[in-house]
């Protein structure tokens, strides 16, 4: 079993910074694509960011400039970096992982995280 564990939500101030951090563990030979979505109240669930393991990444054109979704070296480990945050920010935001290697077999099942909820207000 695939188990993501985030960490780094929390208040911020207009036009400060927070990272969060999701980590992958489990029998994990690779994942192919890791990143984050986010949900703010009474909103649907949107993706922010995604980042592929030869290093593509795409972001949602409301934080371009602003965040980076980065990867550690092993690749199971995945960051986004939050800087300038708006109180358009706020929301939950989930990891989520897909397209994993486990013992040499693939799987396209997608994985969330549990949520980590960034609150952006002065």
């Known amino acids: 079993q695939v188990q993501l564990v985030e960490s780094g939500g929390g208040l911020a101030q207009p036009g400060g910074s927070l990272r969060l951090t999701c980590s992958a563990s489990?029998?994990?030979?690779?994942?192919?694509?890791m990143g984050w979505y986010r949900q703010a109240p009474g909103k649907e669930r949107e993706v922010v960011a995604l980042?592929?393991?030869?290093?593509?990444?795409t972001y949602v054109e409301s934080v371009k400039g602003r965040f980076t979704i980065s990867r550690d070296s092993a690749k199971t480990t995945v960051y986004l970096q939050m800087n300038s945050l708006k109180p358009d920010d706020t929301a939950v935001y989930y990891c989520?992982?897909?397209?994993?290697?486990?013992?040499?077999?693939?799987?396209?099942?997608?994985?969330w995280g549990k949520g980590t909820l960034v609150t952006v207000s002065s």
């Open positions: 989520y992982v897909t397209g994993i290697v486990t013992r040499s077999v693939f799987s396209p099942t997608p994985y």
């Open positions: 489990g029998s994990i030979d690779s994942i192919n694509t």
């Open positions: 980042s592929s393991r030869v290093g593509t990444t």
